[in-house]
């Protein structure tokens, strides 16, 4: 089992630039690639960003392209979401995930989730 704690929500202005931290404990010599997903008010969740742990590939969902960075630290055991140009759309708590033998690009599938991190974007 991989255990994730986010850090780094809270409440920002617009046009803010935060950043979320993931930080993985237990197994995590077996990860394939960790995973950023955010839920807002009365949504489901989705998809926003995710990295190959060991090519440090990475993949966006269109909203975020350009604004948000997900990097790792594979020292650290850790998985980054710098957050640029924050809008209020972006407001909710985002999730972090990793999975075993596949990119964390979907809500379903087998992984682990961190306990989420609330991040509030006020115009």
């Known amino acids: 089992q991989v255990q994730l704690v986010e850090s780094g929500g809270g409440l920002v202005q617009a046009g803010g630039s935060p950043r979320l931290s993931c930080a993985a404990s237990g197994r995590t010599f077996n990860i394939y690639g960790m995973g950023w997903f955010r839920q807002a008010p009365g949504k489901e969740r989705e998809f926003v960003a995710a990295i190959n742990w060991s090519s440090g590939s990475t993949y966006y969902t269109d909203s975020v392209k350009g604004r948000f960075t997900i990097s790792r630290d594979n020292a650290k055991n850790t998985v980054y979401l710098q957050m640029n140009s924050l809008k209020p759309e972006d407001t909710a708590v985002y999730y972090c995930?990793?999975?075993?033998?596949?990119?964390?690009?979907?809500?379903?599938?087998?992984?682990?989730w961190g306990q989420g991190t609330q991040v509030t974007v006020a115009s």
């Open positions: 995930k990793a999975q075993r033998y596949a990119m964390p690009t979907t809500v379903t599938g087998t992984g682990s």
